[in-house]
């Protein structure tokens, strides 16, 4: 991180540095007129080359600067850059795990309502898997970094056009999985008020429910096909958000590639 004391003392150097170059060009300016005025033609080219010559050097300077000022947001980008996508990464793939619990659990609840007997030893996945029916978890992306470059146009800090495309991708693709997210979770919803409609849960206690506090008729909801398919219905589109989520993992792992390129160009230690 840079100092801002450090930061305020460089600005105000660079600020006294630009009036004694404006004083020095003032008094070149004073003696080429007077030498004009002379004739001195010598000490006139002399004089021309100092003026053009002090002009470049201190477009170079200030050229430089910008481009000095330039890297090091670029490095405090990439590490920020670094941070939301492992973030990102590490809770996609909770998500996951998440979900692929719950859609084993629903399997069993197919099953159970195929043989229309509960096992004892099928008991708690079958309560669970009514209990957390359609609970589906969108794919995350931790964009704050992102939306910042992008409001401010920081974009450009970033040297290498192949992770400014892969992240210009990697938010495409996010547009695209939200336009019809939506419309996706409000499908799962519909299926598992159905379900709800032929159970209760008393007393639910955080995200598991115990098969004595379930609250069904077992031969009705078994010959309720509809119940059956809405069952069916819900554990269909939690693999459809698993799909997602693991394509928005594949796209995050792309872009956390790239950055993990540029630590070395950028002289910044791997973060642990």
């Known amino acids: 991180m840079v100092d801002s004391a450090a930061g305020n003392d460089h600005e105000a150097d660079i600020e006294n540095t630009g009036d004694r170059r404006a004083l020095e ?25 100092a003026v053009v010559f002090g002009v470049l050097l201190a477009l170079q300077v200030n050229n430089w600067n910008e481009w000095r000022v330039e890297r090091i947001e670029e490095r405090k980008y990439i590490l920020r850059l670094h941070a939301d996508i492992d973030q990102s990464i590490n809770t996609s793939r909770a998500a996951i795990a998440f979900m692929e619990n719950h ?121 309720d096909r509809r119940f059956y398919n809405s069952v069916s219905a819900s554990q269909s589109l939690t693999f459809d958000a698993i799909y997602w989520n693991r394509m928005n993992i594949n796209a995050l792992e792309s872009a956390a590639e790239l950055i993990s390129s540029e630590f070395e160009r950028l002289g910044i230690e791997s973060p642990q």
């Open 25 to 49: 060009r003032v008094m070149l300016f004073s003696r080429l007129s007077e030498n004009i005025r002379k004739q001195d033609w010598f000490t006139v080219c002399l004089e021309i080359f």
């Open 103 to 223: 859609a084993a659990r629903a399997t069993v609840v197919l099953r159970s309502l195929d043989a229309c007997s509960i096992e004892t030893d099928d008991q708690l996945d079958f309560a669970n898997g009514l209990f957390q029916l359609g609970k589906i978890v969108p794919p995350y992306l931790a964009d704050g970094t992102l939306q910042e470059m992008l409001s401010t146009g920081k974009m450009t800090v970033i040297q290498s056009l192949k992770l400014r495309e892969e992240i210009n991708n990697l938010l495409s693709q996010r547009r695209y999985v939200l336009s019809f997210y939506n419309s996706l979770m409000d499908r799962v919803t519909s299926h598992q008020v159905y379900v709800d409609t032929g159970v209760r849960y008393f007393q639910p206690e955080g995200q598991e429910i115990r098969f004595e506090n379930l609250r069904f008729d077992l031969e009705t909801i078994c010959q």
